[in-house]
């Protein structure tokens, strides 16, 4: 059973719902009797090390709901990237601080990390149950059909360019949106997710599960542009050439990365320049815009899934649950069941950790420019309910022309 003191941190990316999870595990964990404490690490597994914590137990309800409908991270994340050393300091801490418990809120690397310090536990035969709540925007956690954040991101790259592709459709040219995604192109592809018909933008989508290749890329605008009269595309910030290296690359006189080693990506609308430009030389167009959506992606207010919601809350909860009466490490996934239902299962660590899940072929149009019907019937129903729909006056009433 759980008992003694229980530790929340969320770490990587915020997203829209995460303080749901976070909210879910700590009135979970307050329900059971054997619980002393619940603590919250500052800043992720760097709060940890540095023994940076609040006293969860001590928050009321009201302000715990007020916070779980707040997006971003309540507790602040990080991005450290915790190495064997690293994990063996986490464990140091939880075990002078007597945690039997600890929950992590975050993606591929936060398993890894959960893995990692159970253990070290094992090792020594000290009772930590380390249980990963997954959480991404970029939906890139095997085994699970999609992961808390995702959706919420979803509906706001979907609503965007629903909202891109009118104002095209009202001044046509050329425009290309950059999304996140370095590995998967889950996010880039959901802006698809409201079109109602073929002459609906995203006209185009390119993904990194596929290689881009520019000539290719400007053929397809200008078929697209001469077939519409306009051209909206959907592009992911980790499209690559041939030999993997991205895209973005070819304008950096120096390469930024990270503390994980990836490139960074986000933060910059070269790609969008760099692409919008050889439209116009290539293709004559005049009227090409590019646009980076950026960090908004994450966090956005007021355009989150109540979908999203509701099983963020849950993952938190079934964490909690899961370390009570199984008495053991693992992550949640979730699984989708029939036309749109999900169950949650504990699964080992070493099944998910430093895992990527990518789009399936079945997702992705044959020439690579696009999504197919599978992924529509795939997204719908994580966007929510309660989207503005999209109308459009009839075609059907024109006026006969007099002088021609």
Request: aromatic fraction near 6%; glycine fraction near 10%.
């Amino acid at each position: 059973m759980l008992k003694g003191k229980v530790l929340v941190a969320q770490g990587g990316g915020p997203t829209a719902v995460i303080n749901q999870s976070m909210v879910g595990v700590v009135q979970e964990a307050r329900k059971i009797p054997s619980v002393e404490r619940v603590y919250g690490a500052l800043h992720g597994v760097s709060g940890i090390v540095n023994e940076n914590f609040v006293d969860l137990t001590q928050e009321t309800d009201a302000n715990l709901e007020m916070v779980a409908a707040t997006p971003s991270s309540a507790l602040g994340s990080t991005r450290d990237k915790p190495d064997l050393e690293y994990c063996k300091n986490i464990f140091k801490v939880c075990q002078a601080h007597g945690i039997e418990s600890f929950f992590y809120c975050g993606g591929n690397d936060s398993s890894d990390t959960c893995r990692i310090v159970a253990e070290e536990a094992e090792k020594v035969n000290y009772n930590l149950r380390c249980v990963h709540v997954p959480k991404t925007i970029d939906n890139d956690l095997v085994i699970n059909d999609h992961t808390p954040g995702f959706p919420s991101a979803a509906r706001y790259v979907a609503s965007a360019f629903a909202g891109l592709n009118l104002d095209n459709k009202a001044l046509p040219g050329v425009f290309l949106g950059i999304v996140m995604g370095r590995h998967a192109g889950f996010m880039t592809a959901a802006a698809a997710g409201l079109t109602q018909n073929s002459a609906d933008g995203p006209h185009l989508i390119y993904l990194p599960e596929r290689t881009f290749d520019m000539d290719s890329f400007v053929t397809d605008v200008k078929t697209t542009y001469d077939k519409y009269g306009r051209c909206v595309i959907a592009v992911s910030e980790g499209i690559h050439d041939a030999s993997g290296n991205p895209i973005i690359t070819q304008l950096m006189s120096e390469i930024e990365k990270d503390a994980h080693g990836n490139v960074q990506l986000s933060g910059t609308g070269a790609l969008g320049d760099l692409l919008s430009d050889a439209v116009k030389e290539k293709t004559g167009i005049k009227r090409v815009r590019a646009d980076t959506l950026g960090y908004m992606q994450r966090s956005f207010l007021g355009c989150v899934s109540d979908v999203d919601q509701r099983e963020a809350r849950q993952v938190g909860q079934r964490a909690v649950n899961f370390a009570h009466y199984l008495d053991k490490s693992g992550t949640v996934t979730i699984r989708r069941v029939g036309e749109y239902r999900v169950d949650f299962v504990l699964d080992k660590l070493t099944d998910v950790a430093a895992k990527t899940k990518v789009m399936p072929d079945e997702f992705i149009n044959a020439a690579g420019n696009g999504v197919t019907e599978d992924f529509m019937r795939y997204i719908k129903p994580l966007l929510g309910s309660d989207i503005t729909p999209v109308a459009y006056l009839s075609d059907q009433n024109k006026v006969d022309k007099i002088i021609g």
